[in-house]
Structure formats: structure tokens, C-alpha cells
């Protein structure tokens, strides 16, 4: 119970009836009153009152943040409360599509102001006035034997934008019967019926989420996507009319610190759109300042990236061991060398090249191994030459058989590792990670680059640089333009995403949208319309070669058959014997070179001792 001390006048019966049918359901209920009332107020209610817009915008702040969204107002310059409300519709957190604003005529002296009525009918042409449903004017009519009349006007909203803003006159009240001459609904107003209302709706081309500039003869609208049906659905059910705002060179675009904003993202943030599509994940910077519907679409982001590629001839007859094996290997080398020349009394004369043939399995002569400790020695080391070249040998004959790989890129740590840049055509790509403080996202950011779709076409060749892709529910991918058919040939598909998001419509703060939007995406939801769609459009719009070279791109090496023994299998032996054979050629000729010169120097001295 409110009671404000002051005369009951009548008005007061008409707004007790209004708040106890049409308020029964609110919250909490904000009063921003000059003069006092008395009001049965059936839940919860906030006193508010200021002298200036940026006082009452704080106090509705606050009123509006612990949930005192609805109104009911009478000030005597009304158009102030309409410019706080607007300010506390994009400070605050709390969203609420449905508010509803009873705005009364001021009292002066005990009577109504004259003026008043136009004041009133003034804020209907205010641009804050058109993006809320619910406004109600209590306007003094006439007075006829001391009964006060008022009528009931709100604007007319649905329909052409030329008129949303005329005044409706809904009834009359008549406080001499405390009775409406009609008794109609005083909001009537609830989305369902927007009489082609124009919907702007934010968008550009991104398969397959939104697709425009379409051949009439394919799609009768000239436009198509998952997203577009999703708005295109929601106009047939309310009965309104889509109107595409387009900013393609700026794409999802960005919101700038002096509160303005290009692409989709600014196109709804500056009211030059009621709706955002394509692709919109549910980013918190974006949350901050707009509001989101429920989300309609899971999507995985991840990368296709370089495929890996045969490996070079002259690494084949090194791969049967694993770089520590090598290692081993050669500390095996050098503690036999040096067991052997303990075992021959510190001699090292053919030790390393004895050593080296015992370990290869190459017989040596019996003179050799005269002694005891060097048969013990030399019997080890052959058992050890034994097993290793055994081993050696069958991973040589596996590598040479079965065609061998380079390292995939599979996961944020391998592309991370190498150093790969990855990119698309704009920042969005890495809205969603930006916040993020773990330090191998951090390093993952600093990979990212953007460029325009032309570089990125020529770059999708060079094997320098992963794109991001999107996993959509259906088994689908949406993949850029800029990746064609010859392009993905070369191209695999990570295993690993990178991250998930859900997908949503992005309105303004406080959308009277946002019911009947999510209303229409749950229903989507439950008749599984969403899947069937995007398999629709996947089959109808999108690169079926490219898809399917994405999609099989990690299975397409496993259908390669053992192949039999060719010459390519054996290029690094002959490499490798190639090599040996010139490096023992300039070894002889610098031998030869050397023993003249000694030869030479040893007869000089003769003659001179002679």
C-alpha cells in the first residue's frame, strides 16, 4: 500500500484501475511523480524523483537495475523522462523487451494543466518514443457537470513508418461512472501483429548464414541463408517487412569508443537497424551495449591448414630411428670406440673404423683381435651391431614401403609450435578469445592476421598461412570464398577447435523484438527447422567439392595403398652414397696431395744432409 499525502482527485481512480489490470504483473514499478497520488500498488513500486535529466537518469539507473522497469510519470516537462529513459536503456544491465510507460498531465493549483495535453502528444514524435511499444498518454478531454474525462492515446507503431508516430485514441474515461467507453485493450501492442511494419535488418553475404544479391529465379526474395529465413519467418509470423541495411565493406564491423560503430555490429548499435545477422557469436563486448536473442546455431572454429606432405627422399633412410635413437646410437659409437681402445693397450690405430664396421655387421680379420679383452670387447659390440642393424633394417624396409609423412598440424599448440599465421578477412574471428589471459590463446592471438579475400586466394596456394572455418551442427563447414576447389586439395581440416560459440540476433538494448524473437528460435529449435535449413542451403549454395575435400581431408591419405619398391623410395641412398663417394674422393686426392708433399720435403733434406 502507497499512500502520498495530497488531494484524491479523480485522475487517481483511473490510474488505480489501469495499475491493478495492466501492471498486476509487474515487478516493481517506478513512480516518477511531481505531485502526490494516492495508489493501492499491488507489488513492489520505487519513489523517484529529480530536477534535471542527469539526476533522474541515475536515480532510474539504479531503480531500473534492481528491477523497476515499468513507469508511470507525471512531470511537467515530460520529454525529460523520455531522454532518461533512453540513457538508462543503454547503461543499464537489466533487459526487459516489454516495458510499459503510463505518462499523466501535470496538476497545477488542483487542476490539469491545459498545456499539458500537447506536451504529452509532443513525446510520441520524440525518436526515444518509437522504440518502445507500450506508451500510454492520459490526456484531459473534456469536463461535463463536474465529471472529468480523459482519453486514453497511445502511437500507432505498427504499419508504415510515415505514421508509427500519430497518436491512437484508444477510449474514453468518464470519472463521474469510473467506466471506459470501450473497454479495449490500453496496450495493445504485443508484437504479434505489425501490420508490415519495416524490420531494418543488418546483414552482408557470408554462407551460408546469409546470402544476398541472389537470381530471383532461385530465390523469389533474392536472398537466402540460414539467418535470413530465421528473419524472414519472423516477419511472415508478425506480420512485418524485412529491409536489408548493408555495410559489406566493413563486414561485422566494430563499435568505436566516441559510441559510434560500422559493419552490422555498428549498424544496430546506431538504430540504423532493428536486427543483426550473420554469424553474430555472443561476445561480451558486444553484450555490454546491445541485446542478444536466444541462440540459435552451435559453431566450432578451428582452421583448415597446410597438408602434410610426402617426405623428402634424403630423410627416408634416417627415419627407422627417432632423433634420440640417433643420439643413442652415437653415444653407443663413442663408449664402444673407447672400450676398445682400453682393450688394445690405449691404441687407437683403425679404432673408429673397426668400430664402425663391427656395428654395421662387417666381418674384419681374426689378426686383429688378438687378446682376450679385445675378443670380449669386439663379441659385445657385435651383439650389439646385430640387434641395431636387425632393427634398422625393418623399419628401412616399412619406410620404403608405406609412403611417409611430414608432421600434421592438428592442434592450437602444433600451430602455436610452428609459428603458422592463420587469418580471415576481418577481427571477428578473434572477438571471442580476446579477453582470454591463458598464455597459449595469447600466443594463438599473436598469429592472427587479416587480409583482404584476394590475398587471402593467393595465399591459400603457398602453404604459409592457415584459414578459420566454421563446424556447423549438420556436418557442414563455412568456409570463405577466397578457398577454391584447387586450394582445398592441399588443405586439411584440424582436429582440434580452436573455440565454440553460439550464434545469435543482435537488437538493441531492451528490443521490444526480443520475446517474440525467441520465442520463434525455440520453436525453430524444437521442429528441428534450423538442421533441415542449413542442409538445404549447404546442397543448394555451397562448393560441394570444397566441402568434401574439408570434410575428408584427414581420411583421403588413408586410402593409399602399400605401393611396390620405386626409384623415388630409394633417392636418399643414392644421395647419401653420392655424397660419400665425393667426400672419399677429395679425401684420397688431399692424401695424395699431402704424402708428395711430405715425399718431396723428405728428399730436400737428403740432398741437404748429403
Not at 489 to 504: A, G, K, N, P, R
Request: aromatic share 12%.
Amino acid at each position: 500500500m502507497l499512500l502520498l499525502a495530497g488531494i484524491v482527485w479523480q485522475i487517481e481512480i483511473l490510474l488505480q484501475t489501469i495499475v491493478t489490470t495492466y501492471l498486476n504483473s509487474s515487478i516493481c514499478i517506478s513512480l516518477i511523480l511531481e505531485n502526490s497520488l494516492s495508489l493501492n500498488i499491488p507489488n513492489s513500486f520505487m519513489y523517484l524523483y529529480a530536477n534535471n535529466s542527469d539526476d533522474l537518469a541515475y536515480f532510474m539507473l539504479n531503480a531500473s537495475e534492481m528491477g523497476c522497469s515499468d513507469y508511470i510519470v507525471q512531470l511537467k516537462e515530460p520529454e525529460i523522462f523520455m531522454t532518461a529513459f533512453e540513457n538508462v536503456v543503454h547503461m543499464g544491465n537489466v533487459r526487459k523487451s516489454d516495458r510499459k510507460i503510463i505518462m499523466l498531465p501535470k496538476i497545477d493549483n488542483n487542476l490539469v494543466s491545459t498545456n499539458s495535453k500537447v506536451e504529452l502528444l509532443n513525446i510520441l514524435s520524440m525518436k526515444e518514443a518509437s522504440f518502445v511499444a507500450n506508451i500510454l498518454l492520459i490526456l484531459p478531454s473534456d469536463t461535463l457537470c463536474d465529471c472529468e474525462i480523459y482519453d486514453l492515446v497511445t502511437h500507432k507503431f505498427v504499419g508504415p513508418d510515415y505514421d508509427n508516430n500519430k497518436p491512437i485514441y484508444l477510449d474514453k474515461w468518464n470519472s463521474c461512472t469510473s467506466k471506459f467507453d470501450n473497454n479495449v485493450n490500453l496496450f495493445p501492442h504485443d508484437m504479434s501483429d505489425l501490420q508490415g511494419k519495416i524490420v531494418k535488418v543488418a546483414g552482408f553475404t557470408y554462407t551460408p548464414y546469409v546470402l544476398l544479391d541472389l537470381d530471383t529465379n532461385i530465390a523469389p526474395r533474392g536472398r537466402d541463408g540460414i539467418e535470413v529465413r530465421i528473419v524472414d519467418e519472423f516477419c511472415r509470423w508478425i506480420n512485418c517487412t524485412v529491409e536489408i541495411v548493408r555495410d559489406d565493406e566493413h563486414q561485422w564491423g566494430e563499435i568505436y569508443n566516441n559510441l559510434t560503430g560500422v559493419g552490422v555490429i555498428g549498424n544496430v548499435f546506431e538504430d540504423r537497424a532493428d536486427l543483426g545477422i550473420t554469424a553474430l557469436y555472443s561476445w561480451y563486448e558486444e553484450f555490454v551495449v546491445m541485446d542478444f536473442s536466444a541462440p540459435f546455431l552451435r559453431t566450432g572454429i578451428t582452421c583448415i591448414a597446410p597438408s602434410p606432405r610426402l617426405l623428402a627422399s634424403w630423410e627416408m633412410p634416417l627415419l627407422p630411428f627417432s632423433l634420440y635413437m640417433w643420439i643413442g646410437l652415437l653415444f653407443t659409437f663413442i663408449y664402444a670406440s673407447f672400450a676398445l681402445i682400453i682393450a688394445k693397450g690405449f691404441v687407437t690405430d683403425s679404432v673408429f673404423l673397426t668400430t664402425f664396421g663391427i656395428m654395421i655387421t662387417q666381418s674384419h680379420p681374426e689378426s686383429e683381435f688378438s687378446s682376450w679383452r679385445i675378443r670380449s670387447v669386439v663379441g659385445w659390440m657385435m651383439m650389439t651391431g646385430l640387434v641395431l642393424d636387425n632393427a634398422y633394417g625393418g623399419g628401412l624396409a616399412s619406410t620404403f614401403t608405406v609412403p611417409k609423412y611430414e608432421s600434421s598440424i592438428d592442434t592450437i599448440q602444433d600451430v602455436v609450435d610452428r609459428k603458422l599465421t592463420w587469418g580471415a578477412t576481418h577481427d571477428a574471428w578473434i572477438f571471442s578469445l580476446i579477453l582470454s589471459q591463458e598464455p597459449l590463446i595469447r600466443s594463438l592471438l599473436r598469429l592472427f592476421r587479416t587480409y583482404p579475400a584476394d590475398e587471402l586466394k593467393r595465399r591459400s596456394f603457398t602453404r604459409d598461412m592457415a584459414f578459420s572455418i566454421e563446424k556447423l551442427p549438420a556436418d557442414n563447414f563455412a568456409i570463405g570464398e577466397y578457398i577454391t576447389k584447387e586450394a582445398s586439395l592441399d588443405l586439411t581440416i584440424m582436429l582440434e577447435e580452436f573455440y565454440v560459440e553460439q550464434c545469435v540476433v543482435m537488437m538493441r538494448k531492451n528490443s521490444m523484438y526480443a520475446n517474440k524473437l525467441n520465442h520463434l528460435i525455440g520453436r525453430l529449435h524444437e521442429s528441428g527447422l534450423l538442421l533441415a535449413w542449413e542442409t538445404q542451403i549447404a546442397l543448394r549454395y555451397l562448393d560441394y567439392k570444397v566441402q568434401l575435400e574439408v570434410k575428408l581431408s584427414r581420411s583421403k591419405r588413408d586410402v593409399e595403398n602399400i605401393e611396390p619398391l620405386a626409384l623415388r623410395h630409394v633417392e636418399g641412398i643414392f644421395i647419401l652414397y653420392a655424397i660419400g663417394v665425393v667426400f672419399s674422393i677429395l679425401t684420397l686426392l688431399l692424401e695424395i696431395f699431402f704424402h708428395k708433399k711430405k715425399n718431396k720435403k723428405l728428399r730436400r733434406d737428403s740432398n741437404i744432409a748429403a
